[in-house]
């Protein structure tokens, strides 16, 4: 997908603040942590990484801390391509969490490495 030039100078931006994390390293991530997908609802529906949470980058402001109260708790967000998760991280941030992850590659990197995934 072309994206353009005011969306990736947003995404440049959060992505200047925030921690992403390779495939790679989420397949070596020991610690506890909450796998949330960002993505639309039909992209949800279609499928998705086994285990993760569906908050959509158009809510997930509004239900994180009913869904995910502790603030301190490692959030591996996902989208698409690790654009809109991105921008979700740096929404936490400013909300106060101290560690959401975005996951580079997204879902498109998810499936590449075979990881699981959950069909309806």
């Keep these: 997908m072309k994206h353009s030039p005011g969306f990736l100078a947003i995404v440049d931006d959060a992505k200047s603040r925030v921690q992403e994390m390779t495939v790679g390293e989420y397949k070596a991530l020991g610690e506890p942590h909450v796998l949330v997908d960002v993505r639309e609802d039909s992209e949800w529906n279609a499928a998705h990484a086994a285990g993760?949470?569906?908050?959509?980058?158009?809510?997930?402001?509004?239900?994180?801390?009913?869904?995910?109260?502790?603030?301190?708790?490692?959030?591996?967000?996902?989208?698409?391509?690790?654009?809109?998760?991105?921008?979700?991280?740096?929404?936490?941030?400013?909300?106060?969490?101290?560690?959401?992850?975005?996951?580079?590659?997204?879902?498109?990197?998810?499936?590449?490495?075979?990881?699981?995934?959950?069909?309806?």
Excluded at 98 to 103: A, Q
Aim: net charge positive; aromatic share 8%; with cysteine.
């Design 52 to 120: 993760s949470i569906h908050l959509g980058k158009g809510i997930i402001e509004r239900d994180i801390e009913n869904t995910v109260p502790d603030k301190d708790a490692k959030i591996v967000l996902y989208c698409g391509g690790g654009y809109r998760s991105a921008l979700a991280a740096d929404a936490l941030m400013k909300m106060g969490y101290r560690n959401p992850v975005s996951l580079a590659g997204g879902w498109r990197a998810w499936n590449e490495a075979g990881l699981p995934v959950e069909k309806p």
